[in-house]
């Protein structure tokens, strides 16, 4: 009688086990990582998707799909069992040159964001990803215009440590990144959340372009409904085993798929 006066009362508890991890599963979002470049191929993609597949299993936010290839960006339903859009939260694009998506693919992409409300995570070379694609430009919120410093030890300013992952950073510190310059690119429309300190640049450099010192480094902004996130950082392979940089990810991460709130009002940038 012992016993069975025991089992009944596990029984509940089992119940309440099995609901939880139930609960914590459906909490869990869904990460699509897309790694294919045509054109320059960075030699950072591959352990930059493996760790961002990590972080996901390990704060338990969310589970990752990596592809090399474009066939899941779309709403059109797939053979077997293969997933599109309509299967993700996000998505996070480390890309680069004319990916081969037909019209109504790019269209879904948008929708995606646009309509539906999800996120895009753009990081480094997203910036030169798709630049004979004006509606792409927009979403991202700008495209590469070389990198007149190369691979070097950069002067960041963080303006606004509020946001998520943000908190990792310093207010100022140096990173051993390849920087983008941005064209395309406007504070009207986005939140700046890193840009270089101008002051520390040699802008004599013949292939600066921009005459208004703003070199955004990281930037946060609406499309839509959808959150857009964008970094240049991630050139340098080191960087994703860097503590700070994979707080900075995991917090955009959850930022784009709405699971944290930030105020990504556009502002000008400071005067000092």
Excluded: C
Aim: hydrophobic residues 40%; proline residues 4%.
């Amino acid at each position: 009688m012992k016993l069975s006066h025991f089992a009944l009362l596990a029984l509940p508890l089992a119940f309440i086990g099995a609901a939880s991890a139930q609960s914590v599963a459906q909490l869990k979002k869904h990460l699509l990582v897309l790694g294919e470049e045509k054109g320059y191929r960075h030699e950072s993609v591959s352990h930059a998707m493996a760790t961002i597949e990590r972080l996901g299993q390990e704060t338990g936010l969310w589970d990752t799909v990596i592809r090399t290839d474009t066939e899941v960006l779309t709403k059109k339903k797939l053979e077997y069992n293969a997933k599109n859009l309509n299967d993700f939260d996000a998505v996070l694009f480390f890309t680069a040159g004319e990916l081969e998506m037909d019209s109504q693919q790019k269209a879904d992409l948008l929708s995606f964001v646009h309509d539906d409300g999800k996120g895009f995570v753009g990081v480094h070379a997203a910036t030169i990803t798709f630049t004979e694609w004006p509606e792409y430009g927009k979403l991202i919120g700008g495209y590469f215009d070389e990198h007149p410093w190369g691979t070097f030890d950069a002067p960041i300013l963080v303006e606004d440590p509020n946001f998520p992952g943000m908190q990792a950073w310093p207010q100022s510190f140096v990173l051993r990144d390849e920087i983008y310059q941005i064209r395309n690119f406007s504070r009207d429309g986005l939140r700046v959340l890193m840009r270089l300190d101008a002051g520390k640049l040699d802008l004599s450099n013949p292939k600066v372009h921009r005459t208004d010192r703003d070199f955004a480094v990281n930037w946060a902004k609406m499309y839509g409904k959808g959150r857009v996130y964008y970094t240049s950082l991630g050139h340098v392979k080191e960087n994703w085993d860097n503590p700070q940089f994979q707080k900075m990810l995991t917090g955009a991460i959850k930022w784009a798929m709405g699971m944290t709130e930030a105020d990504v009002t556009p502002r000008w940038a400071p005067t000092k």
